[in-house]
């Protein structure tokens, strides 16, 4: 059998390893010039690489681990303990644990209480990962009460899903909730990172896969699907056929529409209609650390990021030349307004919203800014996505498709896609290579796995 898998990231270099260990001959293709997607990096110069967007694993994330076990770079892993603020008021509190908790002042001591029970009670108990059609805004305000929901779940809802906030499921609050709950003791988080960046990581399994006989190209993207009788014939890259009998996509479903339209209309609309959402991350390289603690949440109105994750609070700047890296990060739908702005008026406008945080300038202690973007950055996974998530196996023989959409009720992750890649070959006839994979808490792979 021979496949093609297209896409170079986590997913697509998960089924492409997968598929491999299972004995088939793999050709990965990769529009862009160097395989990562989301996880990629760059040079910051003569030291470690930077992913453009921050990333880190938890301690429980059992696919992620075992894929670093089998590619020889378990020793290279870090668990540091982090830590997590809140602006709000604006003041910047401290958010670890049941202390802070009970010293949050923007909220009452009865408030502080019941969203502590409340998050407690959604991240332990199993039954809210089935309240798909449940809206977790409406769910949180009833049982955790108005000031909780407006002081902290809703700005970061907002932050996360743009005006989509209200329509979040309650399925998904709770596993993100218990994804976190899961790599607490005692109210201190435990994240996860590698040496020397994911770079090591992608460099290294690009390697393994090249070994086991994978091919791998860069560069240039599927520009067609070939179909012969309803029936994947291969795909067409830079005007020349590849001819295969499976071909795996791990595209976001907009793109892969487009490579569909002109062969089915109305399933290329339905794929269409998945809802993405685009995030801006603006990375400073200052020559001071700027917050105290790993991540912050911004919860106040009227900012343009919501989330502050300084990296300098979890790797060392020695690994950065001395310098302090930290991401202003933030999703939102392409239509709005700070999508269309130039990365020169996000920077002039973040700056200046930064020194409102932090009450002094900048400017005299920056390095460097960029702005990043990613258009599809995530799934826009609202009341109703889980009814509209595609069948991995499609209508047309030999075609797969196995993305990010394919992650939900959890949290889109590097290891979640390692989870999706092991279902997604077990449907494709591979049990014992999928049981190969350890399952963790993720339950990503729940949908579209029907045969
Ligand atoms: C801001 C942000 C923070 C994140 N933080 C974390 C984190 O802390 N931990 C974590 O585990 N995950 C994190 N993630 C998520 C993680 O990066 C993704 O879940 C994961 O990388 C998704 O991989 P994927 O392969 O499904 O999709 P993608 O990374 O989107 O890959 C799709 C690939 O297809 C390629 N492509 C597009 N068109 C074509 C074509 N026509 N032909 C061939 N190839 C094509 C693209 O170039 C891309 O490489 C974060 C993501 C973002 C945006």
Not at 53 to 82: C, P
Request: aromatic share 10%.
């Amino acid at each position: 059998m021979k496949a093609v898998v297209i896409g170079a990231a986590a997913s697509g270099l998960a089924i492409a390893y997968l598929l491999a260990r299972a004995g088939v001959c793999v050709h990965v293709i990769e529009k862009s010039p160097s395989p990562g997607g989301l996880r990629a990096t760059f040079s910051l110069g003569d030291c470690d690489r930077l992913e453009y967007f921050y990333h880190h694993f938890f301690t429980h994330d059992a696919e992620i681990n075992w894929l670093l076990s089998e590619l020889g770079l378990s020793q290279r892993v870090i668990f540091r303990e982090t830590s997590m603020g809140v602006f709000r008021n604006g003041k910047i509190h401290s958010f670890n644990g049941p202390r802070d908790l009970l010293k949050f002042s923007p909220i009452n001591m009865i408030s502080r209480l019941r969203f502590g029970m409340n998050a407690a009670i959604l991240s332990n108990f199993s039954g809210f990962a089935n309240r798909h059609n449940e809206s977790c805004l409406d769910w949180l305000r009833a049982w955790a009460g108005n000031q909780p929901t407006e002081a902290i779940w809703k700005p970061l809802l907002d932050s996360k899903f743009g005006t989509a906030s209200n329509r979040i499921p309650l399925a998904w609050m709770a596993g993100r909730l218990r994804q976190r709950a899961k790599s607490r003791k005692f109210g201190k988080e435990k994240l996860g990172y590698l040496e020397g960046s994911l770079q090591v990581l992608v460099d290294t399994w690009i390697g393994a896969l090249k070994q086991m006989g994978v091919e791998i190209t860069t560069g240039t993207g599927v520009e067609s699907i070939l179909m012969k009788d309803e029936t994947v014939a291969g795909v067409m890259v830079n005007g020349s056929r590849i001819e295969s009998d499976l071909v795996v996509s791990t595209l976001p479903t907009s793109i892969l529409s487009d490579l569909l339209h002109p062969i089915n209309e109305p399933y290329a609309n339905d794929l269409a209609s998945i809802p993405y959402l685009g995030a801006i991350c603006t990375i400073l390289s200052l020559k001071r650390q700027l917050m105290p603690a790993y991540w912050t949440n911004v919860t106040d109105p009227g900012f343009s990021f919501g989330g502050i994750i300084e990296q300098a609070n979890f790797v060392s700047p020695a690994r950065y030349g001395g310098n302090h890296l930290v991401y202003l990060s933030r999703y939102l739908e392409t239509s709005h307004p700070l999508w269309a702005m130039s990365d020169a008026e996000i920077q002039n406008l973040q700056l200046k919203e930064l020194e409102r945080i932090t009450g002094c300038d900048i400017l005299p202690d920056l390095n460097h800014c960029w702005v990043f973007r990613a258009r599809y950055a995530a799934t826009l996974n609202d009341i109703g996505f889980a009814a509209k998530i595609p069948a991995v196996k499609s209508p047309f023989s030999g075609l797969y498709l196995a993305s990010m959409c394919h992650i939900y009720p959890d949290e889109r992750s590097v290891n979640n896609s390692i989870r999706v890649a092991a279902e997604t070959v077990r449907l494709l006839g591979f049990p014992k290579v999928a049981d190969s994979v350890p399952t963790g808490l993720s339950l990503s792979g729940s949908f579209g796995f029907k045969n």
